[in-house]
């Protein structure tokens, strides 16, 4: 199925107006994802090497967001190619904003399936609410006992903000895209997260 699907999505994209002046990039970006994949299997089989300074580097990559803009710039004709690199730049911000969305309300489903990969879990150690050992130990119920998820809510949202106001600083630096209605699609992706938590 990965196999079909991954050819299918190359031969589609081919017949985009601008797809050899971006598929390098898009190549490199779906490595990126397989890099996120691997990152988790490997936290998953050793939780003990679980930090928040390599959560945030490797797992927004996990959303897609940057493989997905790649593709819209392939069918975007009034890109100006001289902005790629701040657009990069904002959609580093873009990916990290739809990363906190997804973990802040997958957690406790993650908890279920034993799954300890999730920034939320990384933080939860870094503040000694629990250790790396623990995780292993404890059943699942004390696990999600002892996050404190207020205070992670809180400062992870803090940081979605920040990550927010990055993005619309770009603006200027991007006049060929609307990183205004982006950011709009983003606080949207957010509202939709927890809507639907508790059913993901």
Known sequence: LTSAVWDELWQRVAGYPRYHEFADLLRYDFWQLCNTIEYSDLVLRQPEMINSVEHALYSPHGMMVTCAATMDLMCSPR??????????????????????????????????RGDFTSGVFA???????????????????????????????????????????????MRERVPSCSLRSYVE???RLLASEYASSGCK
């Open 123 to 169: 933080k939860a150690i870094e503040n000694g609410w629990l250790s790396r050992g623990e995780l292993q130990q404890m059943t699942l119920e004390e696990v999600e006992q002892r996050v404190s998820f207020d205070s992670i809510e809180r400062e992870f949202l803090n940081r979605w903000q920040i990550h927010r106001a990055c993005v619309l600083q």
């Open 79 to 112: 890109f100006d190619a001289n902005e790629l690199g701040p657009l990069r730049e904002a959609l580093w911000h873009a990916a990290c904003m739809a990363r906190y969305g997804n973990l802040l309300t997958t957690w406790r489903r993650e908890i279920r």
């Open 185 to 187: 699609g983003l606080d």
